[in-house]
Antibody, heavy 120, light 110 residues
């Protein structure tokens, strides 16, 4: 059973870069899956940020595309999220999640989530 | 404003049945499979239904899903207090080129 675990700073200053890492255990990141990030503002719904295949194909939400980078490190079985120029509106719980390859758009494994607060 | 529309809340008594609707369009539900997620208070979402009506292993058959046209429905029978949670539908939207979710439905088991 694959497990995902987010890690990274819980507090980021406005205009700086949010960086989170998701460690995958119980399975290889090279398998036929996409690895992605979804966030949830306090008391709000789920917002897809993007996902990436281990070979490098990446897909991002259009409104975040200019600020987001998702990368995969196959040697460490990890993938990462970088979100530039953050504001208070980026304060959320960030979940890493696995999406099946092919034309399957569901997320079958999720991390526990990491709360990131943007504040000076 | 979510691309997929869900009722904000539903409620029913223990043992009863409830349905949660998810309405979209041809660019999303009309052409792509729907998944459903359960988010218990203070926890991460959990996949409940995928490919419109399939249950991952370990999900009881009290949970069911269906899709017709541009709408999907989650059904829960034999309601238990432990089913109190937020439920989200999700799919892909080809016009947006994005994974999309409904706004979520809060289930209360009275």
């Amino acid at each position: 059973q694959v497990q995902l675990q987010e890690s990274g700073p819980g507090l980021v200053k406005p205009s700086e870069t949010l960086s989170l890492t998701c460690t995958v255990s119980g399975g290889s990141i090279r398998n036929n899956y996409y690895w992605g990030w979804i966030r949830q503002s306090p008391g709000k719904g789920l917002e897809w940020i993007g996902f990436m295949y281990y070979t490098g194909s990446a897909y991002y939400k259009s409104s975040l595309k200019s600020r987001v980078t998702i990368s995969v490190d196959t040697s460490k079985n990890q993938f990462s999220l970088r979100l530039n120029s953050v504001t208070a509106a980026d304060t959320s719980v960030y979940y890493c999640a696995r999406r099946s390859g092919g034309d399957y758009y569901y997320f079958d494994s999720w991390g526990r989530g990491a709360l990131v607060t943007v504040s000076s | 404003q979510s691309v997929l529309t869900q009722p904000p809340s539903v409620s029913a008594a223990p043992g009863q049945k409830v349905t949660i609707s998810c309405s979209g369009s041809n660019s999303n539900i009309g052409n792509f499979d729907v998944s459903w997620y359960q988010q218990l208070p203070g926890t991460a979402p959990k996949l409940l239904i995928y490919d419109n009506d399939k249950r991952p292993s370990g999900i009881p058959d009290r949970f069911s899903g269906s899709k017709s046209g541009t709408s999907a429905t989650l059904g829960i029978t034999g309601l238990q207090t432990g089913d109190e949670a937020d439920y989200y539908c999700g799919t892909w939207d080809s016009s947006l080129g994005a994974a999309v979710f409904g706004g979520g439905t809060n289930l209360t088991v009275l």
